[in-house]
């Protein structure tokens, strides 16, 4: 499995900023679909954003649109999440993950297309 790095998770007033990076290691992210998901306790895990392995305009989940942005830098090969204007619904524990097979592109914000996942970084938004 390839293996990812999430950090820049923590404790951010509701309205806040945080951006959080995803670094894979030992493989570059070049052709490799990339996709962000949550999950808050006692929920589901759930689709944030993605980027697609031949095109580096994200996508993004309905609840997050216009406050979130996610960004391929090849040159420092990591994916950011940057977040906006946060809501403590936003709390939950951050995921990036990618599917084994390069160029291969999953429905973006479904985890089961996903096979390699990183150990999550923890967003709490809290007054």
């Known amino acids: 499995q390839l293996q990812l790095v999430e950090s820049g998770g923590g404790l951010v007033q509701p309205g806040g900023s945080l951006r959080l990076s995803c670094r894979p290691s030992?493989?570059?992210?070049?052709?490799?679909?990339i996709g962000w998901f949550r999950q808050a306790p006692g929920k589901e895990r759930e689709g944030v954003s993605c980027?697609?392995?031949?095109?580096?305009?994200?996508e993004y989940a309905d609840s997050v649109k216009g406050r979130f942005t996610m960004s391929k830098d090849y040159v420092k090969n990591t994916v950011y999440l940057e977040m906006n204007n946060l809501k403590p619904e936003d709390t939950a524990i951050y995921y990036c993950?990618?599917?084994?097979?390069?160029?291969?592109?999953?429905?973006?914000?479904?985890?089961?297309?996903?096979?390699?996942w990183g150990q999550g970084t923890q967003v709490t938004v809290s007054s």
């Open positions: 993950a990618a599917p084994e097979v390069q160029y291969y592109n999953p429905v973006c914000t479904n985890p089961n297309y996903y096979d390699s």
């Open positions: 030992g493989f570059s992210l070049d052709g490799y679909a």
């Open positions: 980027i697609f392995s031949d095109d580096d305009t994200p």
